[in-house]
């Protein structure tokens, strides 16, 4: 009997028809009041970024997009580390404030709060600029 072989492209893609989740993620967009509910499951979350802040002079150097109202109140927040800020053409926390962003991945919880820990500049998406 001979292995059946695919390959990378056929496989990917018949990996991604299988996969229930990763297909959910792509046709659904939350919003940012509704993310708690699907922690653990990676998703496209859309809000307006209300408020951003950059950590500079902070060892991890993490940058913070939280929609649709301000810290503590946040619905959401995108996290970017600095080698994925490093990625994008202009700086997250002052090109996409103010702006209707979304955001896709892992839903986590951080201190009861829900966020996504932005992989890839792709994984940001403005929708306009309100």
């Known amino acids: 009997m001979h292995p059946i072989t695919?390959?990378?492209?056929?496989?990917?893609?018949?990996?991604?028809?299988?996969?229930?989740r990763a297909a959910s993620a792509q046709e659904r967009a939350l919003a940012g009041a509704d993310v708690k509910a699907h922690v653990g499951e990676?998703?496209?979350?859309?809000?307006?970024?209300?408020?951003?802040?950059?950590?500079?002079?902070?060892?991890?150097?993490?940058?913070?997009?939280?929609?649709?109202?301000?810290?503590?109140?946040?619905?959401?927040?995108?996290?970017?580390y600095p080698e994925v800020r490093a990625r994008f053409t202009a700086a997250p926390d002052s090109a996409f404030l103010n702006k209707r962003l979304c955001v896709t991945g892992p839903?986590?919880?951080?201190?009861?709060?829900?966020?996504?820990v932005v992989a890839s500049e792709k994984d940001v998406t403005v929708r306009d600029a309100r």
């Not at 990676?42 to 810290?71: I, Q, W």
């Not at 839903?107 to 996504?116: F, H, S, V």
């Open 6 to 20: 695919l390959s990378g492209a056929a496989a990917a893609a018949a990996l991604l028809a299988l996969s229930p």
């Open 42 to 80: 990676r998703a496209t979350v859309c809000g307006t970024v209300v408020g951003t802040k950059y950590l500079e002079k902070s060892p991890m150097k993490l940058t913070f997009l939280n929609f649709d109202r301000a810290y503590p109140n946040q619905t959401f927040t995108a996290v970017i």
């Open 107 to 116: 839903i986590t919880l951080y201190r009861d709060a829900p966020q996504i």
